[in-house]
């Protein structure tokens, strides 16, 4: 391990263990390299790797500010469950049922993909708590064509391993919006939120391998909490 790396990870413990607190300012390059016995370039490297992973902002004329690092990143694109991001970022949070029950067809998905107003949908409400705060609200209008009944036990662990495991079916791809937009009433009630607060809201259409439209979905975020990333590559000029 290179001495920059053996840097960052002694600072990002640091910042963790609130030694350099949130909203701080992390020593200068001159005081780290002074401390470390290191040049103040491999300052600069070991600073450019938190900067990176999101720990640092540098800000002209004062320094490197310690950032709220505790937010998670949710894909752009992909099509990943609630569940598999939060054992993939070992993401310690709690879902609650607020609402699960069938209705008729919503009236704005009525002509879209196939939906006729005769069919039913289930409508499905959960809230996921981290520290005992609601940081998601999700909320899923599931095609009763194809998914007749959701346990609450299936709807308090993973939805989509339900879906592929126990119903066989083939998830294909699906569609998304993202927004940032006032707080919503439901938003108000449940994550303890002010009228003026925005939060992000993503919506989706999941469909089937075989073209199959069978869910939508409306995912309210905590805008503090959550950040939303995706790698990107530049695709080469075409000559003209």
């Known amino acids: 391990m290179n001495k920059f790396e053996k840097i960052y990870l002694d600072i990002e413990q640091k910042i963790?263990?609130?030694?350099?607190?949130?909203?701080?300012?992390?020593?200068?390059?001159?005081?780290?390299?002074?401390?470390?016995?290191?040049?103040?370039?491999?300052?600069?490297?070991?600073?450019?790797?938190?900067?990176?992973?999101?720990?640092?902002?540098?800000?002209?004329?004062?320094?490197?500010?310690?950032?709220?690092?505790?937010?998670?990143?949710?894909?752009?694109?992909?099509?990943?469950?609630?569940?598999?991001?939060?054992?993939?970022?070992?993401?310690?949070?709690?879902?609650?049922?607020?609402?699960?029950?069938?209705?008729?067809?919503?009236?704005?998905?009525?002509?879209?993909?196939?939906?006729?107003?005769?069919?039913?949908?289930?409508?499905l409400i959960r809230t996921r708590e981290m520290n005992e705060e609601v940081m998601i609200i999700d909320e899923d209008y599931i095609r009763c064509e194809v998914v007749e009944h959701i346990p609450n036990e299936i709807a308090e662990d993973s939805i989509y391993q339900f879906f592929e495991d126990d119903l066989n079916l083939i998830i294909g791809y699906a569609t998304k919006d993202f927004i940032a937009e006032k707080a919503s009433a439901l938003d108000i009630e449940l994550m303890n939120l002010n009228p003026m607060d925005y939060v992000i809201s993503v919506s989706s259409n999941v469909f089937l391998e075989d073209t199959t439209f069978f869910q939508h979905s409306i995912s309210h975020h905590r805008l503090e909490k959550f950040s939303f990333s995706e790698f990107a590559r530049r695709k080469p000029r075409l000559n003209a």
């Open 16 to 123: 963790k263990s609130g030694e350099y607190p949130i909203s701080s300012l992390i020593p200068s390059e001159h005081e780290l390299a002074k401390h470390y016995g290191v040049s103040r370039e491999t300052i600069r490297k070991a600073q450019k790797l938190l900067l990176e992973n999101g720990f640092i902002q540098k800000k002209q004329g004062r320094g490197s500010i310690v950032l709220d690092y505790h937010r998670f990143s949710l894909p752009v694109s992909g099509l990943v469950s609630y569940k598999e991001l939060q054992v993939e970022q070992n993401i310690n949070s709690l879902t609650r049922i607020i609402q699960n029950e069938k209705i008729a067809a919503p009236d704005f998905l009525i002509g879209q993909n196939g939906i006729k107003a005769t069919e039913q949908f289930i409508h």
